[in-house]
C-alpha cells in the first residue's frame, strides 16, 4: 500500500519517525525523590533542575536526580578489545635523548596515594602550576571569597576537566592533600565511610551555569584532615546511575556461573547503549545504501544521515564547520592520514617531530615511519615521577626545525591529563603545528577544538560509546585545503583523465571509496545521547568513582599505583606485589570483573617506570562504587593469599 494511497500524510510520517529515534530509549520521567546523604561536605551552589538538564535540541531530557539518588549501586563488566602492535623493529629513525628520561624507580616498593585533581584551567585538562611556564601567559585570577581562608580558597570551577568562560590558560591552584594524619598508610583497617548527612533543600532551582565559585568537597581541603577516607558514600552520584545502566543493555550479562559484569575496561573500549545499537540497526532496515552518488530515496537518506552525523561531530568538539571533519577507521588510521598526507608534504630531512614519553603506539609508530623515510628526527617530551610531562623540558625541544608536535591529551595508560592548551601555545610560537590524540579524552572532558586551537584532533567512536571502525580526524580548513589527498579512488574526486585528476576539496578529497556509512551514523547518535546527560554531569560522576576507587585500592597492602600526577581521569593502573599483572587479572575475571593487563600498546612509558606490564582497571560514567568495593575488596583477598604463603 502506498503511503499517498493511505490517506496518511508523508511529512508527518517523517516528523513521527524523527521524533521516535531522537528519543533516549530507556528514559523515564523523574521521579520525586527524598534528599539523599550528601559525599561530604559538599556545598551545591546551583543544584540541578527539576527532571534534567536540558541539553539543546532535546524536549526530553534524561531524568537528572535534583538531589543525590538513594538509589544502590549495581555491578558489571566484559572483555575488552585488540590494539595496535608493538613498532616494526626495521625502523630506525633518529631519536635525540632528553634529560629526565632514566628510569626513576624511588618509591615503587610500597603504596604510593596520588594526589588526585583538584583545579584546572580555562580549558580541558591544563594543570594550573604549567601556566606561569609560557612567556606572556594571562596572569592566574584572584579570587576573592569571605568565607575561605585565602590559602583555601577553590577555583572558580573546580572542575579541572571541565571548560571555563575565560581564556586564561590558569587557574587558583588548589592546596595539596595533607597526608600528615595517615596513621594506617597500607590500609590494614577498614575504610570508614562518610557519616550521611542531610542535604538542604534548595528553595529555587537555578541553571548549573549560574553557579559563581561553588565549594566542592575535593576543592576545599586546606585544613589539616583526618586519616584519607572515601569522599563519596557507594549509592550518591550527580545522576541515578540505575536509570544510565538500564540503557545500556551488555551491563546485564552474567559471566562465569551468573556473576555480574563489572565492565572496568572502559579505556580499550566502552559499551553502547541502546539507542546506538537501534540507529544502526534502523539504517540498515530504511536507509542502506551508498552515499552521495545515486539519485534515489534511499542514497537521499543515507546521505542525509550521514552528513547529519558529521555535523553532530563538528558541535560536540567546537569545529568551525562540518568540512573540517573527516571520517576514518579510527584513532589509529587519522594519526597515519596526518602522517602520510600533511606529514609527506611538510616534513624532510633534518626536520624535527616531538611526541611525549605517554603516547600510545598509535601516536609512535606512524610518526618513526615517517622519520624514518624522510630523515627526520623524533624528539620525545619527558615525563616526572607522577607521570606528568615537563613542561620545561618541553620547551627546550622547540626550535625552528620542530615542524609537527604530536600528544595525546590523557594517557591511556596512566590516565594523565596533559597541559595540551599550554603544548599548543608554545609549540605555535615556534612555527610548529599540533595533533591532539582525543582517544582517552572525548567521552570524559569537554573538549573544544577552537579554544585549545589544535590543529589536528583526532579520536575513535568506540572510545565514547558509539560503535567501532568509526573514527574522526578534525583539521583546521585552511590546513586541509593545502593538504594532499591520503588515498586515491571513488567519491574524494572531481574529474579524472588519464593525464591527470582533480580532487574534491577536504572533507572528501579525504574519504576515498565507500565509508563505513553505518558507523558514521551510530557515532552521532553515541553523541547525542552523550549530549543528552551532559559531558559536564559525566566528567563530574567520573571524578566521584576516580576518587573513591583510587583511595580503596591505595590502602592495599603491596599494591603500588602507578601514574600519580594531579591532574588524571579514569585509569587507576597498579601493580601487585609477588603477582604477576596475568594473576591479578585472571583472578578479578573469576568475580566478573573485567580489566586489561599488558602493556596497554604503551611500552614506553611503563618502561619510563621500570615496568613491562599493570593493571589497568578504567572507569565509566556508568560504573558503580559498589563495583569498585568488589574490585579492592578482590585484589585485598588475592594479596591476604600470597602473605599467608
Not at 129 to 155: K, M
Request: charged share 15%; glycine share 8%.
Amino acid at each position: 500500500m502506498s503511503v499517498s494511497g493511505s490517506g496518511l500524510d508523508p511529512a508527518a510520517l517523517q516528523a513521527m519517525a524523527n521524533a521516535m529515534f531522537s528519543a533516549l530509549p530507556g528514559a523515564e520521567p523523574a521521579l520525586a525523590q527524598a534528599p539523599a546523604a550528601p559525599r561530604g561536605p559538599i556545598n551545591l551552589a546551583s543544584p540541578l533542575p527539576p527532571g534534567g538538564i536540558p541539553v539543546a535540541g532535546h524536549n526530553n531530557p534524561l531524568p537528572v536526580a535534583t538531589t543525590l539518588p538513594m538509589t544502590p549501586p549495581m555491578r558489571t563488566t566484559q572483555p575488552g578489545a585488540a590494539e595496535l602492535a608493538a613498532p616494526p623493529s626495521f625502523i630506525t629513525p633518529r631519536v635525540l635523548p632528553t634529560q629526565a628520561q632514566t628510569p626513576d624507580l624511588h618509591g615503587l616498593q610500597s603504596t604510593v596515594l596520588p594526589a588526585l585533581p583538584k583545579g584546572g584551567s580555562g580549558f580541558a585538562g591544563v594543570p594550573e602550576a604549567f601556566a606561569a611556564l609560557i612567556p606572556g601567559a594571562a596572569p592566574t585570577p584572584n579570587l576573592s571569597d569571605a568565607a575561605v581562608p585565602s590559602a583555601v580558597q577553590p577555583p572558580s570551577n573546580p572542575y579541572y576537566f571541565l571548560g571555563e568562560a575565560s581564556s586564561t590558560s590558569g587557574v587558583p591552584a588548589a592546596p595539596p592533600l595533607k597526608l600528615d594524619g595517615l596513621s594506617d598508610r597500607f590500609g590494614l583497617s577498614t575504610p570508614t565511610r562518610v557519616p550521611a548527612t542531610p542535604l538542604a533543600t534548595p528553595s529555587a532551582p537555578s541553571s548549573p551555569s549560574s553557579a559563581s565559585a561553588p565549594s566542592f568537597y575535593f576543592a576545599d581541603l586546606g585544613a589539616a584532615q583526618p586519616a584519607p577516607t572515601p569522599k563519596v558514600a557507594p549509592g550518591r552520584g550527580i545522576f541515578d546511575v540505575a536509570t544510565i545502566r538500564r540503557d545500556f543493555p551488555i551491563l546485564s550479562t552474567k559471566v562465569n556461573g551468573g556473576k555480574p559484569l563489572v565492565w572496568l575496561d572502559n579505556a580499550a573500549t566502552t559499551q553502547k547503549p541502546q539507542s546506538v545499537i537501534d540507529r544502526i540497526a534502523y539504517f540498515y532496515a530504511h536507509e542502506n545504501s551508498n552515499i552521495h552518488r545515486a539519485a534515489h530515496e534511499l542514497a537521499a537518506r543515507a546521505t542525509d544521515a550521514y552528513e547529519a552525523a558529521r555535523k553532530k561531530v563538528a558541535r560536540f568538539i567546537g569545529a568551525s564547520t562540518p568540512d573540517e571533519i573527516i571520517f576514518v577507521r579510527g584513532t589509529t588510521e587519522a594519526i597515519n592520514l596526518v602522517a602520510q598526507s600533511w606529514g609527506k608534504q611538510n616534513i624532510g630531512e633534518g626536520d624535527e617531530i616531538v611526541i611525549s614519553h605517554l603516547e600510545h603506539h598509535a601516536n609512535i609508530v606512524p610518526w618513526q615511519m615517517l622519520a624514518a623515510e624522510k630523515g627526520a628526527v623524533l624528539r620525545v617530551i619527558p615525563v616526572d615521577n607522577t607521570g606528568q610531562v615537563r613542561l620545561d623540558e618541553y620547551q627546550k625541544l622547540l626550535n625552528h626545525r620542530t615542524r609537527i608536535v604530536s600528544v595525546t591529551q590523557v594517557s591511556n595508560a596512566l590516565g594523565t591529563v596533559v597541559p595540551v592548551k599550554e603544548i599548543i601555545d608554545l609549540a605555535h610560537r615556534a612555527g610548529a603545528k599540533v595533533l591532539i590524540d582525543g582517544a582517552q579524552s572525548v567521552s570524559h572532558m569537554k573538549v573544544d577544538v577552537q579554544a585549545l586551537d589544535a590543529d589536528f584532533f583526532v579520536f575513535s567512536g568506540h572510545k565514547v560509546f558509539g560503535p567501532t571502525g568509526i573514527g574522526v580526524v578534525y583539521g583546521k580548513k585552511e590546513i586541509l585545503e593545502h593538504t594532499p589527498p591520503y588515498q586515491g579512488g571513488g567519491n574524494m574526486i572531481q574529474d579524472v583523465t588519464f593525464e591527470k585528476t582533480v580532487y574534491h576539496g577536504p572533507p572528501a578529497r579525504f574519504e576515498a571509496g565507500t565509508g563505513n556509512i553505518a558507523d558514521a551514523v551510530g557515532l552521532g547518535a553515541a553523541i547525542d545521547y552523550v549530549e543528552r546527560i551532559g559531558i559536564e554531569n559525566i566528567a563530574r560522576a567520573e571524578h566521584d568513582l576516580l576518587e573513591y576507587g583510587t583511595d580503596l585500592l591505595c590502602r592495599i597492602p603491596g599494591l603500588c599505583m602507578i601514574g600519580t600526577a594531579a591532574h588524571k581521569t579514569s585509569v587507576m593502573s597498579f601493580v601487585l606485589d609477588g603477582f604477576t599483572t596475568n594473576e591479578v587479572g585472571q583472578a578479578l575475571s573469576e568475580e566478573g570483573i573485567a580489566v586489561r593487563t599488558g602493556h596497554h600498546c604503551a611500552q614506553p612509558i611503563l618502561r619510563r617506570f621500570g615496568l613491562e606490564f599493570t593493571v589497568r582497571p578504567s572507569l565509566a560514567f556508568y560504573n558503580t562504587f559498589e563495583e569498585l568495593d568488589l574490585l579492592a575488596d578482590t585484589v585485598r583477598r588475592l594479596a591476604q593469599t600470597r602473605r599467608r604463603g
